[in-house]
Structure formats: structure tokens, C-alpha cells
């Protein structure tokens, strides 16, 4: 048997999301600020959006609090707990 034979074919998987939810939420004081643009947010909001989710986007300061009241406004996020926020 070849290599070949042995592996399946690599083929790129194509998820479906279609209904499902997505949140990018962005912690960064200067994108908050409007000093810089949220590149790496836009690019996984994209992506997300590709596998057919909806997403929110949110960009907050690099402040454990302020991330924990995003993450605790956000009903998908109703189970997260603050304390697991490092």
C-alpha cells in the first residue's frame, strides 16, 4: 500500500454555521480609543462570517472590568464567568 492509499485525500472542510453566533470581542485600549484600527478583529469577524455565522463585534479598553461587562452584557456569554478572566 502507498502513501497515498494509506491517507485520505486532504480536502478543506467546508463548516456550516448558519444560525449560530459568534462574538469578537477586542480588548485594546488604543483601538477602543479609535487610535488604531481593529485589523485582527475584522479578519476573525470575516472568517466567522464566511462559515456562515452571525457576528457581533464589539472593541472594548484592555481593562479587566470592561471586558467583563461586554462579555457578561452579551447573552451568549451568559455563562462566563468573570473570574475566568486572567
Avoid: Y
Avoid at 10 to 20: D, E, I, M, V
Avoid at 38 to 65: N, W
Wanted: hydrophobic share 35%.
Amino acid at each position: 500500500m502507498t502513501d497515498a492509499e494509506r491517507e485520505p485525500e486532504a480536502r478543506p472542510q467546508k463548516a456550516t454555521h448558519a444560525g449560530r453566533s459568534a462574538l469578537v470581542l477586542t480588548a485594546s485600549d488604543r483601538s477602543a480609543a479609535g487610535e488604531r484600527e481593529d485589523s485582527s478583529g475584522a479578519d476573525v469577524t470575516r472568517r466567522l462570517e464566511q462559515l456562515g455565522f452571525t457576528v457581533e463585534r464589539m472593541v472594548v479598553p484592555d481593562e479587566k472590568g470592561r471586558i467583563s461587562r461586554a462579555l457578561a452584557a452579551d447573552s451568549a456569554c451568559a455563562l462566563f464567568s468573570p473570574r475566568m478572566l486572567t
